[in-house]
């Protein structure tokens, strides 16, 4: 083990030990952690409390001003762990067969203490840099962001401010027919709630033949919920299906060659053919001599750009003969990065570099991150990327927000030289 990944992982047991599930949150801890080693090496951080102990952490590295602006994200606020599942204490940050264990070790501590090691080690080596390199951990993403990166934008505006950005979203390795890729998040879909209210006129009750809303409703919500496949290929999908098939397809045939090459392709790509709808609540009211009304609360994933028309066309053939109508609550998400830039070729080249012939492709995220709300608040550039390659995408799966969270050894070592490597190649490159 190297100097640097010993380092990475004591501070990761730390930041594991400072326990911060959210619910409440109490972020102030690993915050202390984290701001104790930066000192250390010199570093100067600021901690904005949003509110008392949900800490957001920020520093910032002054570059000459000759070149782009680096921010990397990670968050300290992790989901609850019941210890009764876990073969180790979640909050113990041991280390047991070349992994660090315990809750936040995915999700997202392991990232806060890759990117704060790797930035210390470069300002311990005494680089300087042309463009401004920014750290940031953040509270409450596990709860929406809002006493954290939304806080910061909204409140302390200049702490995020910076040409480029990568958080998480993406970045294990997978194989695919043989080779290796990396998916990149650059996009998002949007989510807005909304309820659809079916409406039946007065009447009695005891004829059979009469329309019921509850009848109804039930028949809408089996025909409506789940995925919509569209005409249009997202665009992240078709760069994917060319290069993977060599060919773009319809959304429906995308979906069925990526089931074809790997069940894993699939869960990326499926909701990318169009929008989900998810059922999230219903509520009926009926009244002797008054019309029976009956509103279905759903959530509604749409892709980037995509009309929501096509979402009440998808009402209006459903709820046939009754009449209906569907109420929107605001929309988020749905932003986009472009590929053609500095940070997406740092990606890509240190791809190639540890992964000899592995691929990085385009991922637009199945929900959003925090990397809308810096495209939209700052117009960076913003991308989800965080490499893993020990540890398959499906076992991360079940350890985010699962039991036995863990990071492997490996993964974190990886992890170091990545943000070394992209900090180094956007942010020092007149200083090279
Ligand atoms: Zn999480």
Redesign the pocket.
């Known amino acids: 083990m190297t100097a640097l990944v010993a380092e990475a992982k004591s501070l990761l047991s730390e930041l594991i030990r400072a326990r911060s599930c959210n619910p409440p949150g109490d972020e102030a801890a690993p915050a202390a952690v984290l701001r104790n080693y930066l000192r250390h090496v010199g570093v100067d951080c600021t901690i904005h409390e949003a509110r008392a102990g949900r800490a957001n952490l920020s520093a910032r590295i002054r570059g000459t001003g000759d070149g782009p602006s680096l921010l990397l994200l990670s ?1 300290l ?3 609850q762990a019941d210890p009764a599942e876990w073969s180790v204490d979640p909050w113990a940050g041991l280390e047991r067969d070349g992994s660090v264990w315990g809750r936040g070790a995915l ?2 501590k392991g990232q806060a203490a890759a990117q704060a090691v790797a930035v210390a080690s470069l300002v311990r080596e005494g680089v300087h840099f042309d463009g401004d390199v920014v750290l940031a951990a953040t509270a409450d ?2 709860r929406g962001s809002e006493l954290g990166t939304r806080w910061l934008l909204e409140h302390r505006p200049e702490v995020l401010r910076a040409d480029y950005a990568l958080t998480h979203g993406a970045g294990d390795r997978m194989l695919l027919d043989q080779r290796a890729v990396y998916f990149c998040a650059n996009a998002e879909r949007a989510n807005a709630g909304l309820t659809v209210t079916l409406t039946a006129p007065a009447g009695l009750s005891m004829l059979a033949g009469r329309p019921n809303v509850i009848a109804e409703a039930a028949r809408l919500v089996s025909l409506v919920a789940g995925q919509h496949e569209g005409d249009t290929l997202l665009d992240e999908v078709a760069y994917v299906m060319r290069a993977l098939t060599g060919t773009t397809r319809s959304p429906s045939e995308a979906a069925a060659a990526a089931r074809k090459i790997h069940p894993a392709l699939h869960t990326l790509l499926h909701p990318l053919t169009g929008a989900t709808l998810t059922p999230a609540g219903i509520a009926s009211f009926s009244a002797a001599g008054a019309p029976s009304v009956c509103s279905i609360d759903f959530e509604c994933w749409l892709l980037p750009g995509q009309d929501r028309d096509e979402v009440e066309a998808v009402f209006g053939s459903a709820a046939a003969g009754l009449p209906h109508q569907v109420t929107w609550r605001p929309l988020r998400g749905g932003s986009r990065s472009p590929m053609s830039t500095p940070l997406w070729q740092a990606i890509e080249t240190f791809v190639v570099q540890v992964d000899p012939g592995a691929l990085l492709l385009p991922l637009c995220d199945a929900g959003f991150t925090d990397s809308h709300w810096l495209r939209e608040s700052n117009g960076t550039v913003a991308y989800g990327f965080f490499p893993m390659r020990e540890m398959t995408t499906l076992e991360a799966a079940r350890a ?2 699962g039991a036995d969270e863990r990071m492997p050894l490996s993964d974190l070592a990886l992890q170091v030289d990545f943000y070394r490597h992209v900090i180094m190649s956007v942010c020092a490159m007149n200083a090279a």
């Open positions: 968050h606020d992790t989901v999700d997202l993403e596990e985010v927000h």
